[in-house]
């Protein structure tokens, strides 16, 4: 039973280049998590995805940033014309429902240059 | 005012000895989750313990104790016997379950331990 898995593990984009993380849940975990971990930090929520549907996106800044997690396929967290500032840690998690337990993925590093 | 609160400097810890991470925290809610993580330097997050505030009992999990003091609102982390491999950041985190919080978790800015052969 594969992890949370995401890619991928580092990606180095330039300043107003796109950028797309994947994540792929846990098998059977139908909600999906993403945190962004700055230099020296801990982990800020960002969105709180089930299938289909955006639950909670308080922690999402309000321009360049947007996740989806469509029927088939992985979670997509996109930041578009990326900055030095979006140089973090990227951090996926899933969880079978609300309220349980939710498993990390490894992370993607993004270096913007 | 902060939910997780972790203001401890870098901590040392002898081989062997026993440490405790310090995690204060801040909530209305009468339901709540409480979770320690490590995130050693190849920086994946590991997941160590967990503690509901309903829980009457302190959570333990092989080496890993979490002290739970509700009423001062604490969840300090207790390693024993450290290991080289204990050497790491250390996450205190916070799950509120009031309808709608969902499982998303807000954590403290963490804790470096490193442990002395």
């Known amino acids: 039973n594969a992890g949370v898995m995401q890619n991928p593990r580092h990606l180095v984009r330039r300043r107003g280049q796109e950028a797309r993380l994947r994540c792929s849940p846990m098998k059977g975990h139908s909600h999906v998590y993403w945190y962004r971990q700055l230099p020296e930090e801990g982990l800020k929520f960002m969105v709180y995805l089930q299938k289909e549907n955006i639950i909670d996106e308080s922690g999402m800044p309000k321009e360049r940033f947007s996740a989806e997690f469509p029927k088939e396929g992985p979670s997509i967290l996109r930041i578009q014309q990326v900055v030095r500032g979006d140089s973090a840690a990227y951090f996926c998690?899933?969880?079978?429902?609300?309220?349980?337990?939710?498993?990390f993925g490894q992370g993607t590093r993004l270096t913007v240059v | 005012a902060q939910k997780i609160t972790q203001t401890q400097p870098g901590m040392f810890v002898q081989e062997k000895e026993a440490v405790t991470l310090d995690c204060t925290y801040d909530?209305?809610?009468?339901?709540?989750?409480l979770f320690w993580y490590k995130q050693p330097s190849s920086g994946e997050m590991i997941f160590l313990i967990y503690q509901g505030s309903y829980d009457q009992q302190n959570a333990t999990e092989g080496r890993y104790s979490l002290n739970f003091q509700k009423a001062r609102k604490s969840a300090n982390l207790v390693i024993s016997a450290s290991q080289l491999g204990d050497s790491a950041m250390y996450f205190c985190a916070m799950r509120e379950d009031y309808t709608g919080a969902n499982s998303k978790l807000t954590f403290g800015k963490g804790i470096t331990l490193s442990v002395r052969p």
């Open positions: 998690a899933s969880s079978p429902g609300p309220y349980t337990e939710a498993f």
């Open positions: 909530t209305s809610d009468p339901s709540y989750g």
